[in-house]
């Protein structure tokens, strides 16, 4: 099965200190250094790895479009590094490279900035692979670096998706279908669907899914409606489930996204069956470009029409 291929949606927003509250312009007088201007100069500055030795990762951005202040296209190479580890071939089984400590393993994961011209708003979308993401690492470093060069000021970048169904941009988004996932069911799961003995490290999930021109409801309202047992879990038919995806309507199409579950599935909007991979295994930069693209302008248009 090809690798999961995820992106995470994030508004961001510039406010002045002792008003928090309020949004300020991009073009407030106060301001050193704006935020499209910052963007881009950030940018284009990372170019050599950034690496943190506590969390043994490091980064750098390979910027390879960019068409106007703010607005800014490419991959951030994500890299992991401090132990050991084999290299060994598939097929063969043969070891191909013994990794070092101080090997860095990189990985390309997409990254989005975009600032509407006439926006006081910009959005960002990053690339998640196999569950690895660099959103924390990244957007830290862009946070204090603009609050060092504009005192007074602070930095938000908001997930536009969030674990909380209801506090999402989509809440009032129709949902399709969903899916429950309970991952490594036991057997007291299994046993039931089973004549004779289950078969062992299985995937229970449960699918329900909307007749045509029909809809489940919107986000808000299944999220709501999914009873919840102990932390962390979510019980339908005495089975508690640890993920729970519903497909929303998101720039034109159904997406599948994540609403219930850990760090690395709540929130992020699955465009594994809409990208074209490279020899590589990766996704090509034009297929990941072109969901972007959509997913951000569906952004701004719903956030202008919320606000209009």
Aim: proline letters at 4%.
């Amino acid at each position: 099965m090809p690798s999961a291929i995820g992106i995470r949606g994030y508004l961001i927003t510039v406010h002045r200190k002792g008003d928090p509250a309020a949004m300020v312009s991009f073009g407030d007088v106060g301001l050193n250094n704006g935020p499209r201007e910052f963007i881009t100069k950030f940018v284009t500055e990372k170019i050599a790895a950034v690496q943190d030795d506590e969390r043994e990762r490091s980064w750098y951005f390979e910027e390879r479009e960019a068409d106007g202040p703010g607005n800014s296209k490419g991959y951030v190479k994500y890299g992991t590094f401090g132990f050991e580890s084999d290299f060994v071939n598939t097929k063969t089984k043969k070891r191909n490279y013994r990794r070092r400590t101080d090997d860095v393993e990189e990985i390309p994961l997409y990254y989005e900035f975009w600032s509407p011209e006439t926006s006081d708003l910009a959005f960002a979308a990053f690339q998640s692979f196999q569950g690895r993401s660099c959103i924390t690492m990244v957007m830290a470093y862009v946070k204090d670096a603009f609050e060092a060069a504009n005192p007074g000021f602070y930095f938000r970048y908001r997930k536009l998706l969030p674990n909380d169904a209801g506090g999402s941009l989509y809440s009032g988004g129709p949902v399709k279908r969903l899916r429950l996932i309970k991952r490594n069911a036991s057997g007291d799961v299994t046993d039931r669907y089973f004549n004779d003995e289950a078969p062992t490290n299985v995937d229970f999930e449960v699918r329900m899914t909307a007749r045509r021109n029909k809809t489940l409801g919107d986000l808000a309202s299944v999220a709501k409606s999914l009873t919840h047992g102990a932390a962390g879990v979510v019980m339908h038919d005495g089975i508690e489930f640890t993920q729970a995806i519903a497909d929303v309507k998101i720039g034109g199409k159904y997406r599948p996204v994540g609403i219930f579950g850990g760090n690395t599935d709540a929130g992020v909007i699955d465009i594994t069956g809409d990208v074209v991979r490279g020899m590589d295994g990766h996704p090509t930069f034009e297929s990941l470009k072109k969901q972007c693209d959509d997913i951000l302008k569906d952004f701004y248009e719903v956030l202008a029409n919320k606000s209009s």
